[in-house]
């Protein structure tokens, strides 16, 4: 298994900053996760970046993977969009003991096909995730939590916009994505709904998942102004 496509970060002890990145199109065919960047027991702080258009076909978080008791990640001015992933976490996935914090950042139009948290998958009772001043809309899933799923970890939200999330097998997703968009230029709208449409293939059944904002089982959810 080989994680993060773009970047894999295994440093325990060891810090990497992405400034001012663009990290797009870039696919895990294996069972490999974090197909835009994958950190293992260290601390990545990402900033005024963008993670666009990644794609985990077998594996957990298309845009980013965290995971290790040492792991943290710092995403600040980050948009995280259209990023899919087969199992958890189409945006991110965060879990065994790891942290999680995103600030002023948006997470939208992100899917996971097979498993739980459109937006961003949590697990693992020692795992957190704290967002602060942050948007996270118009994800899919076909499980739980379309927006944000928490299994048994600790999930803070303060000041954040939880809005247009599915948890629905049966979503119309390229109808959803062109309205969620209104009159966003279609050079900038176009690659995301064609991406993600033609992509996601949500399960055609007409079972219906939990939690279409956030889907928690065994954890503990903050709100503050939110």
Do not use: W, Y
């Not at 992405?18 to 696919?27: G, H, Q």
């Not at 963008?50 to 290790?68: D, E, H, P, R, T």
């Not at 002023?104 to 995730?129: L, P, Q, W």
């Not at 991406?195 to 065994?218: H, K, R, T, Y």
Request: glycine share 16%; aromatic share 4%; with cysteine.
């Amino acid at each position: 298994q080989q994680n993060g496509a773009a970047i894999n970060h295994i440093s325990p002890g060891g810090t990497l900053t992405i400034e001012e990145c663009v990290l797009t199109n870039n696919v895990i065919n294996r069972s490999g996760s974090g197909a835009g960047v994958a950190n293992t027991n260290g601390t990545v702080n990402i900033d005024d970046s963008i993670i666009i258009l990644n794609q985990a076909k077998q594996g957990n978080g298309g845009g980013i993977f965290n995971s290790g008791t040492t792991s943290t990640m710092n995403l600040d001015r980050v948009s995280l969009l259209g990023n899919i992933s087969k199992n958890a976490g189409g945006g991110i996935q965060n879990n065994n003991s790891a942290k999680l914090t995103v600030d002023h950042s948006t997470i939208a139009f992100n899917v996971s096909k097979d498993e739980s948290g459109g937006g961003i998958s949590m697990s693992g009772s020692s795992s957190t995730a704290t967002l602060t001043n942050s948007t996270v809309s118009t994800n899919f899933t076909s499980v739980n939590g379309g927006g944000i799923f928490n299994s048994q970890g600790t999930l803070t939200l303060k000041n954040v916009t939880v809005t247009g999330n599915h948890a629905d097998s049966d979503a119309a997703i390229s109808a959803i994505l062109n309205a969620a968009f209104g009159q966003v230029p279609d050079e900038i709208k176009a690659p995301i709904v064609d991406f993600v449409s033609s992509e996601a293939g949500l399960p055609n059944s007409n079972n219906q998942g939990d939690g279409g904002g956030i889907g928690n089982i065994g954890g503990i959810v903050k709100f503050e102004n939110t």
